[in-house]
């Protein structure tokens, strides 16, 4: 079967999975809709869809089989609900949200709807991530070292923390989510952000330009993350896993992992497109039933949200908060 897929969002991941579903055998892209009409009108021309008037008209489940939300996270009210009780399957980029509670109700919402429902952590697609997952079962981690480090979105939004969520909410919540896919679930954490530069370079902004996390993981090991969004001259990602028989690193947000133990020192790099893999896994999942192949589904992406909210709440009040 073809899976009719509307597009809500026109920008520049929006255009990424554009990109991905092209390629994909069994997607095709029928309404695209996004505010900036002349931005929807270019991408429905790209691939021969139409342009809806409102997000309402195009969640029309006699048009479409499936949606991709792909507005950021503090314009997507109750779009995902609206979807789900209409029977149409549900793709949301990452991050669900910016709180807990109205993501914990459109969760409900989608879970008791029985559609699918696939959230965009791709990094969990890449091969070299799969490897370093099927490597550490069973393996004993204590100490997890991870960094984000780079330049900021360019969308006045961004820099407005209870838009986006900072640097730590939006960008970094990848390195949090891979952490939490590969080593378990997180148990308390405690962060400190700053604000050296960004309140001279931006006034009006309110993210931090700079976070420390520390926390400790459900298994007993600890970990720190530290990341900033205004580095120019210097930018990367990486996240070690460090165990008494061995050493696990992924550099460049997944591409690229290294494993060292007494037998081996092996450095692999992916061929892989895990947007791809990622939109081809979901629509394959809209045509079959199956959920299989999703990596991460909407109530599996809540607890990377949970880490990013019990941060900053730690951060205000200057301790330790449990991660619900």
């Known amino acids: 079967m073809t899976v009719k897929i509307g597009m809500i969002g026109a920008g520049g991941i929006a255009r990424s999975h554009v990109k991905a579903l092209k390629k994909v055998e069994l997607a095709k892209i029928v309404w695209v809709f996004d505010l900036n009409t002349a931005g929807a009108e270019e991408m429905a021309a790209d691939v021969g ?7 309402d008209a195009l969640l029309n489940p006699a048009e479409i089989d499936a949606v991709f939300i792909c507005v950021p996270q503090f314009a997507r009210g109750d779009l995902e609900e609206v979807a789900a ?7 949301v980029e990452k991050p669900l949200g910016l709180e807990l509670e109205p993501v914990q109700r459109k969760e409900r919402t989608v879970r008791e709807s029985g559609v699918i429902n696939s959230v965009g952590y791709v990094l969990r697609y890449f091969d070299t991530v799969q490897k370093a997952k099927q490597y550490l079962r069973g393996k004993t981690i204590h100490l997890v070292q991870a960094f984000r480090i780079g330049g900021s979105h360019p969308a006045p939004w961004w820099k407005q923390l209870h838009m986006s969520g900072g640097n730590l909410g939006d960008a970094v919540t990848h390195q949090i989510d891979m952490i939490r896919y590969l080593a378990g679930e997180y148990q308390d954490v405690g962060a400190l952000f700053g604000r050296n530069s960004i309140s001279s370079q931006n006034p009006e902004a309110t993210i931090p330009d700079a976070g420390a996390v520390a926390f400790s993981l459900q298994s007993g090991a600890v970990g720190t993350i530290t990341e ?17 028989d061995f050493f696990v690193n992924i550099t460049g947000n997944g591409k690229t992992v ?4 007494n037998a081996q020192n092996v450095t692999i790099t992916s061929r892989m497109d895990p947007s791809y893999e990622q939109d ?33 709440r ?11």
């Open 49 to 55: 869809a139409r342009v809806a008037e409102s997000a």
């Open 85 to 91: 009780r209409r029977g149409i399957h549900v793709f």
């Open 228 to 244: 900033s969004c205004l580095s120019p001259h210097f930018g990367g990602s990486e996240v070690k896993f460090i165990g008494a």
């Open 258 to 261: 290294q494993i060292v133990d």
């Open 280 to 312: 081809k896994a979901f629509v394959e999942a809209v045509a079959s039933g199956s959920r299989d192949r999703i990596l991460c589904d909407y109530a599996d992406g809540i607890r990377t949200l949970a880490f990013t909210v019990a941060a900053y």
């Open 314 to 324: 730690a951060a205000e009040r200057r301790g330790t908060v449990a991660v619900e």
